[in-house]
């Protein structure tokens, strides 16, 4: 059997869309549907044992999250990023996380948002000898937790809403650059600064390290 078909198996009969959803995504940023893939409705139904009702849901929400893109022919494939794709990616998220970072540390008593923090940076450290997209999770769930605890539902959903390509891009250099940044120390200077109050600095240090990390990805 085929990694791609590895990839889509296992399905509880509950809940189909989500698992469904959940299945492909997880194909997607692993690498087992590799860019350019082509998804087929008939393949993809009958590996994931489900309607094809069912498989359109799952894959117009990819389309949302930016992992499938619709060809010319109206067919349906895996996105592939191109190295522009993934600077510009970057940029945005750095402007969201640089905003999130400076309202983090406008904020009056920072002792539970620097504990969180730091317990997502301690995560990221144990994982370093974990698998590939358990490390990915953990790095990713750092980023998270610097827009969701602003308490600011927009800045939150926009950041999430490029959460697939990020993934994505992650992914685009192969398994050592994308280690490279999740460089604990690099993520520490964040939290140094939202501890020390000083905004323009948490801004400076989310600039600077995701500057780093899409020039680490595209070089």
């Not at 698992?19 to 194909?27: E, N, P, V």
């Not at 993934?167 to 939290?191: C, F, L, P, Q, T």
């Not at 109050?197 to 600039?207: F, L, N, T």
């Amino acid at each position: 059997m085929s990694e791609k078909q590895n990839a889509l198996l296992g399905l509880k009969k509950t809940n189909l869309r989500e698992q469904a959803l959940s299945a492909l995504r997880t194909a997607i940023t692993r690498g087992g549907l590799p860019p350019r893939s082509a998804l087929i409705e008939t393949e993809l139904s009958e590996q994931l044992g489900i309607s094809r009702g069912t498989l359109r849901e799952a894959l117009r929400q990819l389309q949302q999250e930016g992992l499938v893109v619709l060809g010319d022919r109206g067919r349906l494939s895996v996105r592939s990023l191109e190295a522009h794709e993934i600077r510009e990616i970057f940029v945005v998220r750095s402007a969201l996380e640089g905003l999130a970072a400076a309202e983090l540390a406008l904020q009056d008593d920072r002792t539970g948002t620097v504990a969180e923090l730091q317990s997502a940076l301690d995560r990221m450290a144990e994982a370093g000898t974990e698998r590939l997209d358990d490390r990915i999770e953990c790095d990713l769930s750092f980023h998270r937790a610097l827009c969701s605890l602003t308490g600011n539902a927009t800045l939150l959903h926009s950041w999430t809403s490029l959460e697939g390509s990020i993934r994505m891009s992650i992914m685009y250099a192969g398994v050592e650059r994308a280690v490279g940044n999740m460089d604990v120390g690099k993520h520490m200077e964040i939290v140094k600064a939202i501890e020390a109050g000083d905004p323009e600095a948490a801004r400076r240090a989310v600039a600077e390290h995701l500057k780093w990390a899409s020039d680490n990805l595209v070089a």
